[in-house]
């Protein structure tokens, strides 16, 4: 079945970075874009970036743009998230995603904490 499970959240102070992981398992991973969301308390979930099959295409929501960048690893059926100059609003609950034949599986979710 498909499994996706992310790793790499934690405490991080302000203006410090993050590299976020999601190890795909159950599914030709070579084949699905992947993508990251994150939720943060009280707010709806939104899209952060997002990575074509390839990793030749890459794509970001406008809440961390320029401060973020995703990147796949087809070989060890790994996305990747890496997040710098951190603020206090980028708190939440971060969560990798793909989409296969029209459902949408995700993660359980890392939790990052922005914060002095």
């Given at each position: 079945q498909v499994q996706l499970v992310e790793s790499g959240g934690g405490l991080?102070?302000?203006?410090g970075s993050l590299r976020l992981s999601c190890a795909?398992?159950?599914f030709?991973?070579?084949n699905y874009a992947m993508n990251?969301?994150?939720q943060a308390p009280g707010k709806e979930r939104e899209l952060v970036a997002s990575v074509s099959n390839t990793g030749g295409s890459t794509s970001y929501g406008d809440s961390m743009k320029g401060r973020v960048t995703i990147s796949r690893d087809n070989a060890k059926n790994t996305v990747y998230l890496q997040m710098n100059s951190l603020?206090?609003?980028d708190t939440?609950?971060?969560y990798c995603k793909t989409r296969i034949f029209r459902y949408?599986?995700?993660g359980q979710g890392t939790q990052v904490t922005v914060s002095s």
């Open positions: 991080v102070q302000p203006g795909a398992s159950g030709t991973f070579s990251w969301y994150r603020k206090s609003e939440g609950v971060y949408d599986y995700w």
